[in-house]
Nanobody, 116 residues
């Protein structure tokens, strides 16, 4: 199984980025998938998840700014990030889970840096 993220980068505060995660080797439409982030020296934070039927979950700090979606035909989950803030700077990981990582699948990460 592989989860491969892309779309990270450097953006100014207030800007937008769209992260993508392509999954292979699993029955993608059967899994809840989502995004976590981690800042070096700090703990991992679960940011957002989407269930197999399309129900979405967001941590309070990103509600109204981030939107998660999935395309089961492409085995892909997206995270549209708008109104980005410097505190959103982190490595973002694609993973299986809905309100938290379920301990099964985890990607390699993509860096998001928001400058002030």
């Amino acid at each position: 199984v592989q989860l491969v993220e892309s779309g990270g980068g450097l953006v100014q505060s207030g800007g937008s980025l769209r992260l993508s995660c392509v999954a292979s080797g699993l029955t993608f439409n059967s899994y809840a998938v989502g995004w976590a982030r981690q800042v070096p020296g700090k703990g991992r934070e679960w940011v957002s998840g989407i269930s197999s039927d399309g129900t979405s979950y967001y941590v309070d700090s990103v509600k109204g700014r981030f939107t998660i979606s999935r395309d089961n035909a492409k085995n892909t989950v997206y995270l549209q990030m708008n109104s980005l803030k410097p505190e959103d700077t982190a490595v973002y990981y694609c993973a299986s889970g809905y309100t938290h990582f379920d301990g099964v699948y985890w990607g390699q990460g993509t860096q998001v840096t928001v400058s002030s």
